[in-house]
């Protein structure tokens, strides 16, 4: 173990973290505004320390239960010390710039498990189809049937309201974004049922459309908006299944404690789906559907795909309370 890690190392520094938990209670109990001004320079500063103190900890393996209790320490304070900050444009920009993607990266076990379920189900649902091709009729409706046959794209209507089908979209793509991530609060069984749903939805047409010798016309549809609306919808999985995970898991907290804790760091992962979302909405009503080259369109995704990891995979550090 290093030496910064030491018993002598953690004996020094537990006072603190007890002393940010002390306050915390205080806050809690009481209120922030019960708090002294001593105190409230007191727990910003211990705010900073701790954040300081985790940074350390995640450096060695064998301190895990350590960096746990840290951390969320850190997550009740982040809490308390910033719901009262107003939000502003800039405040936002620098949240989606040097939090969010920390917090994406301390969730990311839950986002790779709504990934995997959607992909699972999207598999399963794509050989169906292709086995069974009347299975498709579970999924697709006459009138998208139809227009299959005759090897149009359903989606060409969408071009002649596009402003109307924008607003619509970015509506509906939240919906389901929101209700995937809230229906982790039944256990994380409602997120994987929305993420059954949606990964066999996907499936299906992309089977669909392969019989129909149109796989081009969907995936050149879907790539362009797709790239930021299917991560995004993954993303909220993760955050449901981060809240089932608190539900179902407690650990050394109290339930009630797990399931704050849990809600509060699904919502934060989830916050970061809504500029993800509009960006789509109004390429699902402007672009997409548009007579654009295909290869254009790929390119437009790719693109858009390869900043999206660049955000959520930039290194960063943990940032200290201002």
Not at 230 to 256: N, T
Request: positive net charge; hydrophobic residues 50%; aromatic residues 10%.
């Amino acid at each position: 173990m290093p030496q910064i890690l030491s018993n002598l190392w953690i004996a020094r520094r537990r006072p603190h973290w007890d002393r940010l938990a002390a306050l915390l209670a205080q806050s809690n109990q009481s209120g922030l505004g019960q708090l002294s001004r001593a105190e409230l320079q007191e727990l910003a500063l211990l705010y900073r320390q701790v954040a300081a103190d985790l940074s350390v900890l995640r450096q060695d393996a064998t301190a895990r239960t350590y960096a746990e209790h840290v951390n969320q320490l850190l997550a009740r304070a982040h809490h308390i010390i910033y719901s009262g900050r107003k939000t502003n444009l800039k405040t936002l920009f620098l949240f989606l710039r040097d939090e969010y993607p920390a917090v994406f990266q301390r969730q990311w076990k839950f986002v790779l498990t709504s990934v995997l379920v959607s992909v699972a189900w999207g598999v399963v649902g794509a050989a169906v189809t292709n086995a069974r091709p009347e299975f498709m009729r579970h999924f697709v409706g006459p009138r998208m049937i139809a227009t299959m046959e005759r090897h149009q794209m359903w989606t060409e209507s969408v071009v002649s309201v596009a402003p109307m089908a924008s607003s619509y979209i970015m509506t509906n793509n939240l919906t389901v974004s929101f209700v995937t991530f809230a229906s982790g609060i039944v256990f994380g069984v409602g997120t994987f049922f929305y993420l059954y749903v949606n990964g066999m939805m996907l499936g299906v047409i992309g089977a669909a459309c392969h019989q129909y010798g149109m796989s081009v016309a969907l995936w050149s549809f879907v790539a362009p908006h797709g790239a930021l609306e299917l991560p995004a919808i993954l993303i909220a999985g993760g955050a449901g299944f981060r809240l089932g995970y608190a539900m179902l898991f407690p650990g050394a907290l109290g339930w009630k404690d797990s399931v704050a804790q849990g809600g509060m760091e699904a919502s934060r992962l989830i916050s970061g789906v809504i500029p993800m979302l509009a960006v789509a909405g109004i390429l699902e009503g402007f672009f997409s559907p548009s007579h654009a080259p295909v290869a254009l369109k790929f390119t437009v995704g790719g693109l858009l795909f390869a900043l999206l990891v660049t955000w959520l995979a930039r290194p960063v550090k943990p940032r200290p309370a201002a």
